[in-house]
Protein backbone atom coordinates (compact mmCIF):
# COMPACT_ATOMS: atom_id res chain seq x y z
CA UNK A 1 0.00 0.00 0.00
CA UNK A 2 1.14 3.21 -0.56
CA UNK A 3 2.46 5.33 2.15
CA UNK A 4 2.49 2.64 4.43
CA UNK A 5 4.09 2.84 7.62
CA UNK A 6 4.09 0.89 10.79
CA UNK A 7 4.88 1.48 14.61
CA UNK A 8 7.86 -0.06 15.85
CA UNK A 9 6.76 -0.87 19.86
CA UNK A 10 10.88 -1.55 20.94
CA UNK A 11 12.04 1.68 19.21
CA UNK A 12 8.81 3.60 19.66
CA UNK A 13 8.70 4.86 16.16
CA UNK A 14 6.69 5.35 13.64
CA UNK A 15 7.84 4.64 10.07
CA UNK A 16 10.08 2.48 8.31
CA UNK A 17 12.83 -0.11 8.38
CA UNK A 18 15.94 -0.59 5.93
CA UNK A 19 17.27 -4.19 5.70
CA UNK A 20 20.48 -4.04 3.91
CA UNK A 21 22.82 -6.50 2.39
CA UNK A 22 26.55 -5.49 2.06
CA UNK A 23 29.80 -7.26 1.12
CA UNK A 24 32.61 -7.18 3.72
CA UNK A 25 33.79 -3.82 2.40
CA UNK A 26 30.50 -2.72 3.10
CA UNK A 27 29.00 -1.80 -0.21
CA UNK A 28 26.24 -2.13 -0.82
CA UNK A 29 24.04 -5.25 -3.03
CA UNK A 30 20.54 -5.25 -2.09
CA UNK A 31 18.11 -3.26 0.07
CA UNK A 32 14.68 -3.55 1.24
CA UNK A 33 12.48 -1.09 2.80
CA UNK A 34 9.97 -2.32 5.63
CA UNK A 35 7.02 -0.87 7.55
CA UNK A 36 8.60 -0.54 10.99
CA UNK A 37 6.22 -3.09 12.70
CA UNK A 38 7.93 -6.00 10.62
CA UNK A 39 9.84 -8.17 12.87
CA UNK A 40 13.81 -7.49 11.92
CA UNK A 41 14.28 -11.70 11.14
CA UNK A 42 11.24 -11.60 8.56
CA UNK A 43 12.41 -8.15 6.91
CA UNK A 44 16.06 -10.31 6.48
CA UNK A 45 13.76 -12.79 5.03
CA UNK A 46 12.61 -10.55 2.70
CA UNK A 47 15.81 -8.90 1.47
CA UNK A 48 17.83 -12.38 1.43
CA UNK A 49 14.92 -13.65 -0.50
CA UNK A 50 14.77 -11.19 -2.98
CA UNK A 51 18.74 -11.09 -3.02
CA UNK A 52 18.97 -14.60 -3.95
CA UNK A 53 16.14 -14.74 -6.79
CA UNK A 54 18.09 -11.55 -8.16
CA UNK A 55 21.33 -13.74 -8.90
CA UNK A 56 23.20 -13.29 -5.40
CA UNK A 57 23.22 -17.25 -5.32
CA UNK A 58 27.31 -17.64 -4.95
CA UNK A 59 27.14 -16.18 -1.82
CA UNK A 60 28.10 -18.26 1.41
CA UNK A 61 28.50 -16.66 4.25
CA UNK A 62 25.89 -14.09 5.87
CA UNK A 63 27.61 -12.35 9.16
CA UNK A 64 24.16 -11.07 11.35
CA UNK A 65 23.76 -9.43 14.80
CA UNK A 66 22.03 -11.39 17.79
CA UNK A 67 18.81 -9.89 16.30
CA UNK A 68 18.68 -12.10 13.74
CA UNK A 69 19.99 -15.17 16.27
CA UNK A 70 17.86 -18.44 16.56
CA UNK A 71 17.85 -21.67 14.40
CA UNK A 72 14.57 -21.00 13.15
CA UNK A 73 16.15 -18.03 11.29
CA UNK A 74 19.67 -20.15 10.14
CA UNK A 75 18.04 -23.16 9.10
CA UNK A 76 15.28 -21.28 6.81
CA UNK A 77 18.24 -18.99 5.54
CA UNK A 78 20.16 -22.35 4.59
CA UNK A 79 16.81 -24.15 2.97
CA UNK A 80 16.09 -21.26 1.08
CA UNK A 81 19.11 -19.61 -0.03
CA UNK A 82 21.84 -22.34 0.75
CA UNK A 83 23.75 -19.62 2.93
CA UNK A 84 25.17 -20.04 6.11
CA UNK A 85 24.64 -17.52 8.72
CA UNK A 86 26.83 -16.61 11.26
CA UNK A 87 25.64 -14.51 14.66
CA UNK A 88 28.25 -11.91 15.96
CA UNK A 89 27.64 -11.52 19.75
CA UNK A 90 28.73 -9.80 22.45
CA UNK A 91 30.93 -11.86 24.88
CA UNK A 92 28.64 -12.51 28.01
CA UNK A 93 32.12 -10.89 29.71
CA UNK A 94 32.19 -8.13 28.19
CA UNK A 95 32.07 -4.31 29.70
CA UNK A 96 31.90 -0.92 28.01
CA UNK A 97 31.96 -0.44 24.34
CA UNK A 98 33.32 -3.35 22.65
CA UNK A 99 34.41 -3.37 18.59
CA UNK A 100 32.86 -6.45 17.66
CA UNK A 101 34.40 -8.16 14.60
CA UNK A 102 32.29 -7.71 10.96
CA UNK A 103 29.26 -5.95 12.80
CA UNK A 104 30.20 -2.37 12.27
CA UNK A 105 30.41 -3.06 8.62
CA UNK A 106 26.55 -2.57 8.31
CA UNK A 107 26.71 0.32 10.57
CA UNK A 108 29.16 2.11 8.38
CA UNK A 109 27.59 1.55 5.31
CA UNK A 110 24.23 3.30 7.28
CA UNK A 111 26.33 5.58 8.17
CA UNK A 112 27.56 6.38 4.78
CA UNK A 113 23.81 6.51 3.77
CA UNK A 114 22.69 9.12 5.99
CA UNK A 115 25.57 11.72 5.12
CA UNK A 116 22.77 11.80 1.37
CA UNK A 117 20.48 14.46 2.82
CA UNK A 118 17.68 12.73 0.86
CA UNK A 119 18.15 10.39 3.39
CA UNK A 120 18.60 11.64 7.07
CA UNK A 121 14.40 11.30 7.01
CA UNK A 122 12.25 9.35 5.49
CA UNK A 123 10.63 11.51 2.61
CA UNK A 124 9.44 8.93 0.34
CA UNK A 125 5.43 8.13 0.02
CA UNK A 126 6.40 4.71 -1.33
CA UNK A 127 8.71 2.30 -0.25
CA UNK A 128 10.11 1.32 -3.68
CA UNK A 129 11.29 5.02 -4.12
CA UNK A 130 13.02 5.01 -0.86
CA UNK A 131 14.64 2.34 -1.89
CA UNK A 132 15.90 3.60 -5.19
CA UNK A 133 17.32 6.93 -3.54
CA UNK A 134 19.33 4.16 -0.94
CA UNK A 135 20.93 2.87 -4.26
CA UNK A 136 21.30 6.13 -5.80
CA UNK A 137 23.22 7.53 -2.74
CA UNK A 138 25.02 4.19 -2.77
CA UNK A 139 26.29 4.22 -6.84
CA UNK A 140 27.27 8.41 -5.71
CA UNK A 141 29.35 6.91 -2.79
CA UNK A 142 31.10 4.68 -5.25
CA UNK A 143 31.89 6.66 -7.70
CA UNK A 144 32.92 9.70 -5.78
CA UNK A 145 35.64 7.48 -4.30
CA UNK A 146 36.53 5.66 -7.74
CA UNK A 147 37.18 9.73 -9.15
CA UNK A 148 39.58 10.04 -5.70
CA UNK A 149 42.41 7.77 -7.54
CA UNK A 150 41.23 5.87 -10.64
CA UNK A 151 44.50 3.96 -11.07
CA UNK A 152 44.02 2.24 -8.01
CA UNK A 153 40.93 0.79 -9.47
CA UNK A 154 42.53 -0.58 -13.21
Keep these: MAGERGYDGAKLVTGRKRHILVDVLGLLLK ?3 TTANVPEREGAKQL ?3 AFA ?4 DLALIWADAGYSGPAFADWVLEHCGWLV ?3 KRSDSATGFVILPRR ?3 ERTFGWLTRCRRLSKDYEVLSATSEAWIY ?3 VQLMLSRLARNPAVYL
Design 136 to 138: AAM
Design 48 to 50: LAA
Design 104 to 106: WVV
Design 31 to 33: VVV
Design 54 to 57: QGFA
Design 86 to 88: EII
